[in-house]
């Protein structure tokens, strides 16, 4: 069974998730701004003590928001730190597993792309099934809450998604 079909209620999973997305990502912008402003100094500070030839590694900061978020889909929780806090995590959508590294990085290079043009595509979320993005479609991904998600893997609770069968 995949969890595409018409047995699970997705307002269970995904209700009030588009808030707490966007609130999570305030959250998120908030944690790069300060782990890209304390790379900045520690690399200002190696590019000093190396006679200017460390500066040169100031190059990787733009790439700060990208890794964070990428190492963050890959992690045991499936989500960003923002996210964490606002209890969401990323799942597949066909089987509410966890992403795999193509989906985790298709995810995160088509939510920068979209980013980059304006971030007008974001919107999408509005009209689409369970509220996902352009990136979320395009990935194979969903964001659900973790409450629900435990709910549906407690013993007894009907499905369990390691097996993909029912429990009696």
Known sequence: MSYAGPYLDDDSLVGGALLRRFLGWMIDVVLIVVLVWVMWWILVLFGMLTFGLGFGALAIL???PFCYHL?????????????QMLGLTVRRNFDLGPP???QALVFTVV???????SGLLLIIALFTTRHRT??????GLVVVRVRA????TAPGAGWNIGGGTFAP
């Open 62 to 64: 733009p790439f700060v």
């Open 71 to 83: 190492l963050s889909l890959l992690g045991s929780a499936s989500a960003t730190p923002g996210q």
């Open 111 to 117: 939510f920068y792309l979209t980013l980059a043009t």
């Open 134 to 139: 352009l990136h979320d479609l395009v990935s």
């Open 149 to 152: 998600m435990e709910a549906l």
């Open 100 to 102: 795999t590294g193509l």
